[in-house]
């Protein structure tokens, strides 16, 4: 049960962390003029960045062995979610003419939840993350 709180806890740390760093770099770039796909997609690049060394590190706690294999897959579950993130806010700014920060906080609801289930049960599914779900 421990173990479990604390792998929730520290998702929720990181994943916030991680979330701000996206929400941070998008806003910056949207004020500075800067198109809002091409804002959500250098957030993207480097928040992937730290949720990838955040997550293999201190939520899943995974070793050296299988980096590349993580690291592919990680990357590969972390575009899907970038374009649900692109489409989400193209659709809530041009379809529904909504705020670029707040389309931008809304779609991030649901990349949030996608990150993790994908990151739990494709990215790093191995012996170690197992006995959490147990």
Do not use: C, P
Not at 42 to 69: E, H, P, Q, S
Not at 84 to 99: N, T, Y
Request: proline content about 0%; overall charge positive; aromatic content about 14%.
């Amino acid at each position: 049960m421990i173990d479990k709180i604390k792998h929730y806890a520290s998702y929720l740390i990181f994943g916030v962390l991680t979330t701000l760093v996206n929400l941070v770099i998008y806003k910056v770039l949207v004020d500075m003029g800067i198109h809002y796909a091409i804002s959500t997609t250098i957030a993207f690049v480097v928040a992937v960045m730290v949720a990838f060394y955040t997550n293999r590190r201190w939520v899943f706690a995974t070793t050296g062995k299988g980096l590349m294999k993580e690291m592919v897959l990680f990357f590969t579950v972390r575009i899907g979610t970038y374009v649900f993130d692109l489409v989400g806010l193209i659709i809530l700014i041009q379809l529904f003419h909504m705020d670029e920060f707040i389309s931008k906080l809304i779609v991030n609801g649901g990349v949030v939840l996608l990150n993790y289930i994908l990151s739990k049960r494709v990215v790093f599914a191995t012996a170690n993350t197992r006995k959490i779900t147990s």
